[in-house]
């Protein structure tokens, strides 16, 4: 090879590299309507995506209690896990989005105050998909989250299955009537005050507005028609505090038919459990988008 052009390569080729490296963006903003308020949310963009043409499909990654839009980044460690699922070719390459979702369970409040849910479904999403080039159809969007977000994720599949092809839910904060009843007053109100306002100490915490956004009773009331609808996938570590409320979740699952997908591996409630089961569940969700 000409010494003149070996060097030229030598020099072009870090900024090839850079070139298609994957971009993040932890504090982008969208003006809210129905919160009235600037809503933040991260973004990661896949290699290439700068000098392509192509749409790509879209994940939305939902952060657990205590985090915001920065959380899947900062400690779930994401772009690297993203980027090498991309490069081995187990994850389809996609743009993925990471809402701050506060404290809200990503429910609507019950009072109509604060209805996160409605600015998901009505306002973030159709941003994405007029600021970005991704797929809009159905089978090109899917949701996936940790602990409140797990639950987020399995709420909006089940209350939106004609928006979602699959949902991953990791450590999903999904609850019983029973256990919800024995939460401590003080806590109960510290996960669903966002949603639910000022409950009164014995007031029934079971109420019409908590089945309509109860996981296991949305399960339980899911039509047979739509039990295909959305492809599901449960991972909850054997040490997890929250290892009732998602094994009764695959057991109904099981006895009612719901096609889906159940892991319980080695580990608790942690940054390294998720970090490790992000991606299979990436996986799981990537081969909803192929054909």
């Not at 963006?25 to 919160?35: P, Q, R, V």
């Not at 205590?66 to 090498?84: A, H």
């Not at 973030?124 to 991704?134: A, F, Q, S, T, V």
């Not at 915490?205 to 009773?217: A, D, F, M």
Request: glycine share 8%; proline share 3%.
């Amino acid at each position: 090879m000409n010494k003149s052009l070996f060097f030229l390569l030598w020099v072009l080729f870090p900024f090839q590299l850079l070139a298609q490296q994957s971009t993040v963006f932890d504090n982008l903003g969208l003006k809210s309507t129905i919160l009235n308020k600037e809503k933040k949310f991260a973004l990661y963009l896949p290699a290439g995506y700068e000098t392509s043409s192509r749409r790509y499909p879209v994940v939305y990654l939902l952060h657990g209690g205590g985090d915001d839009q920065t959380g899947w980044l900062q400690f779930g460690e994401m772009q690297r896990i993203v980027d090498k699922g991309i490069r081995e070719g187990t994850i389809a390459p996609m743009i993925v989005v990471m809402p701050d979702a506060e404290m809200t369970y990503y429910l609507n409040n019950r009072e109509g105050k604060y209805q996160f849910e409605d600015f998901f479904i009505k306002e973030l999403i159709p941003h994405i998909e007029k600021n970005y080039r991704c797929h809009t159809k159905k089978e090109y969007r899917a949701v996936a989250g940790l602990s409140m977000g797990g639950f987020g994720s399995l709420l909006y599949s089940l209350h939106h299955p004609d928006m979602f092809a699959a949902c991953a839910a990791m450590s999903a904060a999904v609850r019983s009537d029973e256990e919800i009843n024995a939460l401590s007053h003080q806590e109960f109100l510290r996960r669903y005050r966002t949603a639910l306002g000022e409950v009164k100490e014995g007031e029934n915490r079971i109420s019409e507005y908590w089945n309509k956004n109860s996981i296991l009773y949305l399960m339980q009331q899911l039509p047979d028609e739509r039990k295909k609808d959305v492809r599901f996938y449960l991972d909850c570590g054997d040490d997890d505090f929250l290892y009732k409320g998602n094994s009764t979740l695959h057991i109904l699952m099981r006895d009612r038919n719901v096609p889906h997908e159940y892991r319980v591996r080695n580990g608790g409630h942690t940054w390294e459990y998720w970090r490790t089961g992000l991606p299979d569940a990436l996986e799981f969700i990537s081969q909803s988008f192929h054909r």
